[in-house]
């Protein structure tokens, strides 16, 4: 067993290492140019769409009041004739990156500290660095991509812009794996 204090340097190191890799993989490559479409008439949508003052937060076209109202013709009704959408209205004006970039690091160091305590209580100090990339990179890929998949299942989003946060994970998984890997108390 190897205590989660113990494993405070490469569980900083691998959110910095994933921070990084992370900020070149969105800024400089067209890898998610495409993960977001336009609508058509832009400017006709978000006139219409900016009359009706709708607050920031999360929100389902249409939205039944409970099952009793899904089971009814007028709601099928609208179903059929559309729009169908789950959408996030976000605040008004420029973004600001900053909170979450912070918010980022802050989930990196928290995949750290549950792949380092995964490890920590399943290996010991002399554990072979295979075993170490295993146990790492096992835990760290459930935390980037398994949990992203209920998005395309449950709320619609493209499977092609989930299998590229997935292979993005995958590498953020194996960054953080090599890293415990490397640094890991002999």
């Avoid at 007028?74 to 959408?85: H, I, S, T, V, W």
């Avoid at 976000?90 to 600001?96: D, I, K, Q, T, V």
Wanted: glycine share 6%.
């Amino acid at each position: 067993m190897v205590p989660l204090i113990q494993l405070w340097l490469p569980i900083l190191l691998s959110a910095v290492i994933v921070f990084l890799v992370s900020s070149l993989i969105h800024m400089f490559s067209p890898w998610h140019r495409n993960d977001f479409g336009r609508v058509p008439d832009e400017e006709r949508f978000r006139t219409t769409f900016a009359s009706l003052a709708v607050p920031p937060g999360d929100y389902m076209v249409p939205r039944a009041s409970g099952s009793a109202e899904m089971r009814t013709p007028e709601y099928a009704a609208r179903l059929k004739q559309g729009p169908n959408l789950i959408m996030t209205v976000l605040p008004n004006g420029p973004f600001a990156m900053g909170k979450q970039l912070g918010q980022w690091f802050a989930y990196l160091v928290i995949v750290g500290i549950f792949a380092g305590y995964v490890a920590g209580r399943a290996l010991t100090p002399e554990a072979d660095s295979m075993e170490v990339v295993r146990f790492v990179g096992t835990a760290a890929f459930l935390a980037y991509v398994v949990a992203l998949w209920q998005t395309s299942i449950w709320y619609g989003r493209a499977w092609s812009t989930t299998i590229k946060t997935s292979i993005d994970g995958l590498i953020y998984a194996v960054l953080t794996a090599l890293t415990f890997c490397w640094l890991w108390p002999r």
